[in-house]
């Protein structure tokens, strides 16, 4: 004999897997997939300016100034799983004092059913281009690459590159004259 309280709990116990099945499908039909695609970088007329830091050291460091344009048609990343994208745009370069830089300089959330086609044209950073010293005047190599998370329904949250990025230099001297990007 099943008493109700018996029978409400093999039920409670059956829905409970179904779900947990149908959320590892979900998971499952879209974790295979390539969320990389291509993107289209290029950057607008790189100043590097020396600024006073008004910390106690009184250093002067290098500040980037830099305009972008971005091409990206991201429809594509977006299925049943894909909650939102969030974007951003980082720098990496190398200095005599670290192997490795990198800063963000951009970013950007992409609800589902928003919009996913980018066409940006001359976008100022959101972000203020800092060194940590004077690396960025006269540096041959920096690179802007354009990456995403995933947010999904269920499952992992993938931390994807897209293809292409764009690398640039900054120039030997010094700008002067007034900061024509007001962040
Ligand atoms: C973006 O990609 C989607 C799907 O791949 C396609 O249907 C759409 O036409 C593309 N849009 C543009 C502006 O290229
Ligand atoms: C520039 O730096 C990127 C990584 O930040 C590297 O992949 C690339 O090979 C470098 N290019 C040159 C010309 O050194």
């Not at 250093?59 to 974007?87: C, I, P």
């Not at 950007?108 to 980018?118: H, S």
């Not at 940590?132 to 041959?140: E, Q, S």
Request: glycine content about 6%; proline content about 3%.
């Amino acid at each position: 004999m099943h008493s109700v309280l018996q029978r409400g709990n093999a039920i409670l116990a059956y829905a409970l897997s179904v779900l947990a099945c149908l959320t590892f499908v979900c998971f499952a039909s879209t974790v295979f997939l390539d969320y990389r695609t291509n993107v289209d970088i290029k950057v607008i007329s790189p100043l590097v300016r020396t600024i006073a830091d008004y910390g106690a050291a009184r250093e002067r460091n290098d500040l980037g100034q830099v305009s972008f344009d971005l091409q990206a048609n991201l429809s594509n990343l977006f299925n049943w799983n894909v909650k939102q994208l969030f974007l951003y745009l980082t720098a990496e370069y190398e200095t005599s004092n670290n192997q490795l830089n990198q800063v963000v300089l951009w970013d950007k959330i992409i609800l589902r059913g928003e919009n996913a086609v980018l066409n940006l044209k001359n976008m100022n950073p959101k972000y203020y281009f800092w060194d940590d010293g004077n690396g960025l005047r006269g540096n041959k190599n920096i690179t802007l690459t354009l990456s995403w998370n995933i947010i999904p329904n269920a499952g992992l949250l993938p931390n994807i590159f897209a293809h292409g990025s764009h690398s640039f230099q900054f120039p030997l001297d010094y700008a002067t004259g007034n900061p024509r990007i007001i962040l």
